[in-house]
């Protein structure tokens, strides 16, 4: 189940453009992380270019702030594993 829900979360990023489907995927990723705990790492590889380009996005504070969430839900699932990211 999560494979499915990471692919359609993925395609909608990539289609997203300036919306709020990112906020909204990023929700669910957060939740997904938190159930799946280091089971989320195989994901990583594909969302983290999304990751890096929401930090670093200032001109969208809300979405700034809630990527700085979701890396906060990203380390507490994979514990060490998730330095490499």
């Known amino acids: 189940m999560a494979n499915a829900i990471m692919q359609v979360a993925f395609e909608m990023l990539k289609n997203a453009g300036n919306t709020s489907v990112p906020e909204v995927i990023f929700q669910i990723i957060s939740g997904l992380a938190n159930a799946l705990?280091?089971?989320f790492e195989p994901y990583m590889d594909e969302f983290a270019p999304y990751l890096y380009n929401a930090l670093g996005n200032h001109e969208a504070p809300e979405m700034c702030s809630l990527?700085?969430?979701l890396v906060s839900d990203i380390v507490r699932a994979l514990e060490g594993n998730s330095q490499r990211f």
Do not use: D, H, N, V
Request: proline fraction near 0%; hydrophobic fraction near 65%; charged fraction near 0%.
């Open 37 to 39: 705990l280091a089971g």
């Open 67 to 69: 990527a700085i969430g």
